[in-house]
C-alpha cells in the first residue's frame, strides 16, 4: 500500500553508472513536482532533483551535469539516471512530492554505495 516504490540502488565503482526508478500511485503521482531526495545515517534528507508535471526540472548543485531525471507519466513513473558517481553520493534515495506541496507516507528507499 506503499505511495511510493523505488528500486534500482546498488554497489557501483567511483566513475559508473546507475539508474533509479521510482513507482507511484496514480493519485499520488498527480498531486505536485516529484523529487529525488538522499539521506545518510544520522543526516536529515536532502534534495536531489525534481520534476513538474510538464517536464521542467531542477536539480542540487553536487548532482548538476550528472544526474538526469525523467518522468514517464502513463507509466506514473519517475526516474534518476545518475552517472560519473561519487563516493559522496553515498546514500538510502527516495522519491516523494516536492517540499512544500503536501505530506505523502516515505517509502522504503533504495541503498546507493560508492566505492573508491
Known amino acids: 500500500q506503499l505511495q511510493f516504490v523505488e528500486s534500482g540502488g546498488g554497489l557501483v565503482q567511483a566513475g559508473g553508472s546507475l539508474r533509479l526508478s521510482c513507482l507511484a500511485s496514480?493519485?499520488?503521482?498527480?498531486?505536485?513536482?516529484i523529487a529525488w531526495f538522499r539521506q545518510t545515517p544520522g543526516k536529515h534528507r536532502e534534495f536531489v532533483a525534481s520534476i513538474t508535471s510538464g517536464g521542467s526540472t531542477n536539480y542540487d548543485d553536487s548532482v548538476l551535469g550528472r544526474f538526469t531525471i525523467v518522468r514517464d507519466n502513463a507509466k506514473a513513473t519517475v526516474s534518476l539516471q545518475m552517472n560519473s558517481l561519487k563516493p559522496e553520493d553515498t546514500a538510502v534515495y527516495y522519491c516523494?512530492?516536492?517540499?512544500?506541496?503536501?505530506?505523502?507516507?516515505w517509502g522504503q528507499g533504495t541503498q546507493v554505495t560508492v566505492s573508491s
Open positions: 516523494n512530492i516536492m517540499t512544500g506541496w503536501g505530506q505523502v507516507e
Open positions: 496514480i493519485s499520488t503521482y498527480s498531486i505536485g513536482p
